[in-house]
């Protein structure tokens, strides 16, 4: 029914939206084969040979069942992120979203089938509501297969006022497309019910029920649902993570607001809800594409917010690094201009990564470079004036690894560095891959049965394989790991242009602005390694194993500890003796057995500990207990005097952050979570009296 003084959706605009142009079915080409290698290129996201192969004749035709490359990349079940900047240059060179196959299926159709988010998402929204030969439209196919991602993404579209014209339509162009039916007189609803999937049959009636009045304005929930949406807009705004990884459930996550606000929205721009673990489980349940009625989605409130793990979730999930708001705003905009400056430079590697174009212009003509170079934000614009000039579509974009770098071999070039346990060089292996690689050689002796020792090297290694799938801004990207001898181990990473953060201090002590940088950026980094599934211990967190990168803002950690973990999984089957390894000045006092435990355990709290020396040499310049020359002096510094206090002329904000870092009890340590929301970093003041918990926190 159409809202008062609204007229209705006219029949003619629901045909053109939804009637296909016979003229778009596509013709059988030439090279069926080419055709089928651009589809397993742009599948697997490789920019480079896309950019080569792609032409306008080649993405016009179509194999013998009439299917366009489009089509064929549609009807893969999924796609990684770097597929989007491919897509993306296929509609450059000529694809026609709107192409159909023998049987009047467009891409649209066929992704909504394999529930394909990142490709429907990318189609224009004019492309996703065309009937096929059997009158269904793609939320038709989403609903008859049961594909949640899509189906949502396709209903939720029509919250954002720039699509269901509410302005001159009301509700009326909304409830028109929502209740088309196919020509056997079957709505999306009733197809995902005589389908089986009942729940989704019951999430678009519920969708249907809706209203959005002529001011975008969207009423419609029950009472139940209006508490149940309530409940999780709390528990986001709270940061109460707990809370929602408890109450968010795939029919409750995406329950709107007057404004079409979510949960998901809500917990994207509260920098507390930066959980990665949090966010792997939402954008499961929610739909990462979502946005308000003024077209801010969930990644644009991530990219304000400077949220890298909600926005990397988001991305991997299905979003588009692309995508912009009402006011034609990207989301690299949006970072430059809203987040602080560090979070800024942190969510703005993340999009770049994930193919977000650099070059775009807002309504007045500004670049994201402009923006943060105009809002201050000197990290974000360094990075992104290595783009200046450039033209995104002749850019490419890294290759995600598949694998191990080598084939066979690798040869080094030079000598980065030399420890305890190995060596690291700079490394070319025989696929042209540039890296770093150290060599990691066990303390094995001679009367050890080397077979055992192999294996229980082997069972270490392959339990440290997660560490080649971290990704954040501020850690080190680990390749491969590698075990070419029984007693050898090797670790491939990412080659850094930088020195390490004990060198960037050179016995001379930092600035507060500086010390506050790098230790939110450790602070984030440890918050993401802290809340891993299976969790994630660096072990031997210290100035020298932090890289402060060559622009001197972006710090990176590095060498996780896997030398100790290596040692510790032969030392029961060698005649070394077990003890306590890692950097002297930096471990923990339950590591040292001055604590409440003598049993050798690696923690969370370990790494705190470990990260708070580490601000004690960035505020003084010197290694804390530089004057120990073994564990047992250590240990006997520790129980008699506690962690040395910082020099005169700190604030008493920086004192009271390095106290909840260092207490000797772990059990006082605050956590990286925590911590991130300490005055310190968040430029608060605190509040008086905290003298008293500065000396309770200590004991």
Known sequence: MAQRGKSPFPDERLQELTQPDPTNRASVGDSPADLQTLAHDVIRGDFSQVRRLATRQLVSSADAARRTVLMLVADAPETPVKSEKCIL????????????????????????????????????????????????????????????????????????????????????????????????????????????????????????????????????????????????????????????????????????????????????????????????????????????????????????????????????????????????????????????????????????????????????????????????????????????????????????????????????????????????????TDTGVTCAAKTLRLPVQLGDDQTSVSTEIHRAVESERNLCRLRHPNIVRFLHIAQPEPAAVVVFMELLDGRSLERFIDNKPLDEPKIRDFSEQICRALLYLHSRQPLVIHRDINCSNIIVCADNTQIKLIDFG?????????????????????TLNFMAPELLGAGESDSLQYSRESDIWAFGCSVFQMASGVRPFANAKSLLEMAQLIDRKGVPALPDGRSAELRDFYSRCTAKDRRRRRSAHELLEHEFLTGRKLQPGFFSSFFSARK
């Open 562 to 582: 896997l030398s100790i973990k290596l040692e510790q999984s032969v030392s029961h089957i060698s005649a070394s003796t077990p003890s306590p390894k890692g």
């Open 89 to 428: 240059y296929l509609f450059e060179v000529g694809a026609n979203p709107k192409a159909a196959d023998a049987n009047g299926d467009t891409a649209a159709h066929l992704a909504a089938r394999r529930d394909h988010l990142r490709l429907l998402t990318l189609l224009s929204f004019d492309a996703k509501w065309l009937r096929n030969d059997n009158g269904a439209t793609p939320l038709m196919e989403a609903a008859r297969t049961g594909s949640w991602k899509c189906a949502k993404h396709l209903l939720h579209l029509l919250r954002q006022a720039m699509f269901n014209e509410c302005r001159q339509h009301g509700n009326s162009k909304r409830s028109r497309l929502l209740g088309l039916e196919d020509r056997e007189g079957r709505m999306a609803s009733d197809l995902a019910r005589l389908s089986g999937h009942s729940e989704l049959a019951s999430y678009i009636e519920r969708e249907m029920r809706l209203v959005v009045d002529a001011d975008g304005e969207i009423s419609g929930l029950t009472a139940q649902e209006e508490a149940e949406r309530l409940e999780l807009q709390r528990l986001a705004k709270a940061g109460d993570l707990a809370g929602l990884r408890r109450a968010a459930t795939r029919d409750s996550c995406d329950l709107p607001d007057n404004d079409g606000c979510t949960a998901l929205m809500w917990a994207a721009e509260n920098s507390s809800c930066g959980d990665e673990a949090l966010w792997e489980q939402l954008v499961q349940l929610g739909d990462p594409t979502c946005a308000d009625v003024d077209a801010d989605s969930i990644l644009l409130r991530a990219a304000r917010a400077g949220n890298s793990a909600a926005a990397s979730a988001l991305l991997s999930a299905g979003a588009s690094a692309n995508a912009t708001s009402m006011w034609e705003f990207t989301l690299l905009m949006s970072a430059a201009i809203c987040a602080r400056p560090s979070a800024a430079a942190a969510v703005g590697r993340v999009l770049l990564d994930s193919g977000a174009d650099w070059s775009l212009k807002d309504r007045d003509g500004r670049t994201a470079l402009d923006l943060a170079t105009q809002k201050g934000k000197s990290e974000l614009a360094e990075l992104l004036r290595g783009y200046d000039g450039k033209i995104y579509f002749y850019e490419p974009l890294a290759l995600p690894p598949e694998g191990p770098p080598f084939l066979e071999r690798w040869d080094a070039l030079r000598l980065i560095r030399r420890g305890g346990f190995g060596e690291v060089h700079e490394v070319r």
